[in-house]
């Protein structure tokens, strides 16, 4: 296996720090910055893999929105069994979606992969029993997010499931304090630098955008899906199932 870069984009000062963009700095990184700066993010790939082992359909598509390098994808990928399924996996950024290409040419996998480098917003979904939406709503506008959950439900079969995964915002100010805290201490203990975390912090301020757990189970309920709750939550990092 090739060593995996190290992400050190932020460990000198930057004069013009910008906002955070998934380019292809980021792209090359973006393993080694991931694991290193979410935590259960692991935990949370492989049981993508056995919620779609579990809920993928006969003849439907299983989405990876926002797909970034494709980790969702390959766990959706060795895990289906459901006859005649296939995997769509979208994401803005064109950088990530070609180098997310080379990584599922690279692959054993035998279920079918599409990739689409689109914007969630025109990304039409149908006949969808899993979508996996893994820290991907957080980047998007607050004013566009239902839209966008709208339209999965709408293009999802009966009991399809969408697992969101998100940074997650507390209401009560020492609660927030805390987790936020305990985050930037998984970061130290991961090798990051108090200027790494300030900076990146500061490029993602008004780039990734948390909401509380209320707000994402109230979406998901104004959407039209029966059920919705977390599964899995570390700090302030938290994925829900929903099921429609």
């Known amino acids: 296996m090739p ?4 992400d050190q984009i932020f460990a000198e000062p930057i004069p013009d720090l910008g906002e955070f963009r998934f380019d292809q700095k980021v792209v090359e990184v973006f393993p080694d910055m991931i694991k290193r700066s979410v935590p259960g993010y692991a935990t949370t790939i492989a049981m993508i893999g056995d919620l779609c082992q579990r809920y993928a359909q006969p003849n439907s598509y299983c989405y990876d929105l926002g797909c970034s390098l494709g980790a969702a994808t390959l766990a959706m990928r060795h895990n289906i069994r459901a006859a005649d399924c296939s ?3 979208i994401d ?3 950088a990530m979606i070609e180098r997310c290409g080379q990584v599922m040419a690279a692959d054993s996998g035998e279920v079918a992969v599409q990739l689409r480098c689109a914007d969630l917003l025109e990304a039409e979904i149908e006949r969808a029993s899993v979508v996996v939406l893994n820290f991907t709503l957080q980047f998007i506008a607050e004013a566009e997010r239902q ?5 999965i439900y709408r ?3 009966p009991g399809g499931v969408l697992i969101l995964s998100e940074k997650v915002h507390f209401e009560q ?6 987790m936020v805290e305990l985050h930037h201490n998984f970061k130290r203990a991961n090798g990051y630098s108090d200027l790494e975390i300030a900076q990146k912090r500061n490029a993602l301020d008004n780039v ?5 757990l209320a707000q ?3 979406r998901l309920s104004s959407a039209g899906f029966a059920s919705a709750d977390v599964w899995f939550q570390c700090f302030n990092f938290a994925s829900l199932i929903a099921i429609k």
């Open 216 to 218: 994402h189970k109230q």
């Open 92 to 94: 803005s950024s064109a």
């Open 147 to 151: 839209l966008i959950i709208e339209r």
């Open 87 to 89: 995997i769509i996996g």
């Open 208 to 212: 990734l955008r948390p909401e509380t």
């Open 173 to 178: 100010p020492g609660h927030q304090d805390l």
């Open 3 to 6: 060593d995996i870069p190290v």
């Open 155 to 157: 293009g999802m079969l």
